[in-house]
């Protein structure tokens, strides 16, 4: 169950954030992109905390993940508003 929380909740996260945030009624910032995908990144360390047991791997994969997710959400993200609101860098 850890697996699936640390690798499937990020995109979740950030693309309800993405949609919401998009959206006229709500604004955002550069600020609030950085705490949502701060938050995902969270989320997902939090399921790696409970597929993973041992003290060391935990740290290590902990740093991995952040690295990781960081690259891949943002590149998500950028791809997320390109294809669903036409906004396009």
């Known amino acids: 169950m850890g ?5 499937v909740s990020p995109f979740v996260v950030v ?3 993405l949609y919401f945030s998009r959206q006229r009624a709500f604004g955002f910032s550069v600020t609030s992109d950085f705490i949502a995908l701060s ?5 997902g360390l939090a399921g790696l905390l409970l597929a ?7 740290l290590l994969g902990f740093v991995v993940y952040v690295c990781v997710a ?3 959400l943002f ?4 791809s997320f508003v390109c294809g669903a609101f036409g906004d396009c860098l």
Do not use: F, N
Not at 75 to 78: F, K, N, P, R, T
């Open 39 to 43: 938050m995902a990144i969270a989320v």
């Open 15 to 17: 693309s309800a954030y």
């Open 75 to 78: 590149y998500y993200s950028l």
């Open 52 to 58: 993973v047991r041992t003290t060391a791997r935990r």
């Open 3 to 7: 697996w699936v929380v640390a690798l």
């Open 70 to 72: 960081i690259y891949v």
